[in-house]
């Protein structure tokens, strides 16, 4: 009975993201959005300006719910997926959170900017994760997630063969898409890279549509900041995925076998080369691909650096003045005081 009470435990820790964690996102970007909506009302005269202390606790109440979002998805990505990068950034993220909870309910008021961009983000990505295939008047239309998918395979399978290389395309084992190459070894052992959604860059774009989108600040610079984030990311992703699939296909990254199958707890030499190449090298490397995307959005848009400023006070607890010491454009909107009852957005 106990064996059976801790296989059930074991599945559902490692489970991947369900149709609970679904339901918990979208609990969690929907009390963003009523908090957001209530601070904005509340600063407009829209509502009393003494909303602005009930907005400060239902997006505090939000950043709490985060907590558990992440908490509850560190399993999966730790030890279902070994990714040790996302593993490392989920545990991280429920004591963050946390603190913005509490900031924010103090009177830090600069973070309902990153709140914004959290619902943001939210609303860009959940979308593609959550919505199934749907029939309409005898029309089947297919889900947002299986269309992104199918667009990076075919492109990703296009660069891969102007590199040369000719791998089969064939149905996925995960999602029963046509999204895998089969690759051949010599010695004849068939390997599948499979595209899937985190192989889109879907997450990397919604987190700058969802930043651009919560700054206060001229339309025109909004869409050239996305004119520049969007396809220099859809870019470098394409690149990621085909360097991904043709290192693994031909197992060009064999090195250090033994040690890098005890650190990922595998037991398949096959898949050394798909855990340096992935989840190593370009999950490294996307982290600092986003720095200078970033940078290159900001310099379109100085009003983000009230966000960052704001992350670099949860990191280090002191304050930042970044727009004074970095080469930008002049043009900038101070985001709002960090202190109760003021407001210069």
Known sequence: MQSALLDVATDVLLAAPNAATDALAWLVVLTFLVGAGMEWAARTGRLDAGYVRTARGVVAGAWAMFALFWLVLFPHFAFAQKSYVEGILAIVAVPACLYV?????????????????????????????????????????????????????VQTGVLIRLLGYDPELV????????????????????????????????GSIAIFVGLIGAVRAPLGRKLRGLAIAVPVIWSLNLVRTTFIGVTFG????????????????????????????????????????????????????????????????????????????????????????????SDSE
């Open 171 to 202: 149905r996925g084992p995960e999602l029963g898409y046509l999204n895998a190459f089969q690759f051949t070894t010599a010695g004849g052992h068939t390997l599948l890279f499979e595209i899937v959604l985190a192989c889109t860059g879907l």
């Open 250 to 341: 031909n197992q060009y990254l064999q090195v250090f076998v033994d040690e890098v199958l005890f650190l990922f707890g595998s037991s398949d030499p096959y898949m050394v080369s798909f855990f340096l190449s992935d989840r190593v090298i370009s999950q490294v490397l996307a982290v600092v691909a986003l720095v200078g995307v970033t940078y290159l959005v900001v310099r379109e848009l100085p009003e983000l650096l009230t966000v960052i400023e704001d992350v670099l006070y949860l990191v280090t607890n002191e304050e930042y003045d970044l727009h004074g010491s970095l080469d930008l454009p002049e043009e900038s909107a101070r985001g709002p005081m960090r202190t109760d009852g």
């Open 101 to 153: 909870a509490k900031l924010l309910w103090e009177g830090r008021d600069s973070l309902f900017v990153l709140s914004r961009a959290v619902a943001g983000m939210g609303l860009v990505y959940l979308p593609f994760e959550t919505i199934p295939s749907v029939s309409l008047f005898g029309t089947a239309y297919p889900a947002p997630k299986a269309a992104l998918i199918r667009t990076v395979t």
